[in-house]
């Protein structure tokens, strides 16, 4: 891949958003019990959108909670020394709920890892699911998606980047560059 290269263009999130949003409706027979849950900052939007698109589809909202992993991370002390902590939304009992997890990218599932022990702090759900826009390998823990927008290869040595409206204040996009690159 060469530096820099734009993998997938607003209307190509799009299109991978409102697939995972059918999938996620078809795989869990409809909406009943379904609740959607996005790690921030880029799974939360994701999920939100998720949300609308389940929401055009069969016409009414789906729970939406948004979740910080901050204390949970694994690598907390390598990050930071003063993390930044931001408020985990979530006004739903999660009890026997069917939970899908959305996150921007799975990378090595430490991420994931850091929002499961997160998540179950706040109750039991009956099913935990995944759904992320991009999957780049290079897994370190047995931990996969169940949705996922689009597979994009990588060697170690590149990153992915999602560029989302909301923050970004640019037109959505994926891109993969070497890692250290502007």
Same mark, same amino acid.
């Given at each position: 891949?060469?530096?820099?290269?734009? +993998?997938?263009? #607003?209307?190509?999130?799009?299109? %991978? /958003?409102?697939?995972? %949003?059918?999938?996620? !409706?078809?795989?869990?027979?409809?909406?009943?019990? *379904?609740? !959607?849950?996005?790690?921030?900052?880029?799974?939360?939007?994701?999920?939100?959108?998720?949300?609308?698109?389940?929401?055009?589809?069969?016409?009414?909202?789906?729970?939406?909670?948004?979740?910080?992993?901050?204390?949970?991370?694994?690598? *907390?002390? /390598?990050?930071?020394?003063?993390?930044?902590?931001?408020?985990?939304?979530?006004?739903?009992?999660? %009890?026997?709920?069917?939970?899908?997890? +959305?996150?921007?990218? /799975?990378?090595?599932?430490?991420?994931?890892?850091?929002? /499961?022990?997160? !998540?179950?702090?706040?109750?039991?759900?009956?099913?935990?699911?995944?759904?992320? !826009?991009?999957?780049? $390998?290079?897994?370190?823990?047995?931990?996969?998606?169940?949705?996922?927008? #689009?597979?994009?290869?990588?060697?170690?040595?590149?990153?992915?980047?999602?560029? *989302?409206?909301?923050?970004?204040? #640019?037109?959505?996009?994926?891109?993969?560059? #070497?890692? $250290?690159?502007?």
């Amino acid at each position: 891949m060469t530096s820099n290269s734009k +993998i997938m263009d #607003k209307e190509t999130v799009r299109r %991978a /958003l409102m697939r995972i %949003a059918h999938e996620i !409706l078809e795989k869990n027979k409809g909406k009943e019990d *379904l609740c !959607l849950v996005g790690i921030r900052t880029r799974g939360a939007i994701l999920a939100e959108r998720i949300q609308k698109y389940i929401k055009q589809i069969e016409g009414c909202d789906v729970p939406l909670g948004i979740l910080d992993i901050t204390l949970y991370r694994d690598d *907390l002390t /390598l990050v930071d020394t003063q993390p930044i902590l931001r408020e985990t939304l979530i006004d739903f009992d999660l %009890a026997g709920k069917k939970i899908v997890l +959305i996150d921007d990218v /799975l990378f090595t599932g430490r991420t994931i890892r850091a929002a /499961l022990d997160a !998540l179950i702090d706040f109750g039991r759900p009956s099913h935990i699911q995944l759904a992320v !826009l991009v999957d780049r $390998g290079h897994r370190e823990l047995p931990i996969r998606a169940d949705y996922v927008g #689009k597979n994009i290869p990588t060697s170690i040595d590149e990153d992915i980047q999602v560029v *989302l409206s909301e923050i970004d204040q #640019k037109e959505d996009q994926v891109i993969v560059k #070497k890692r $250290g690159q502007k």
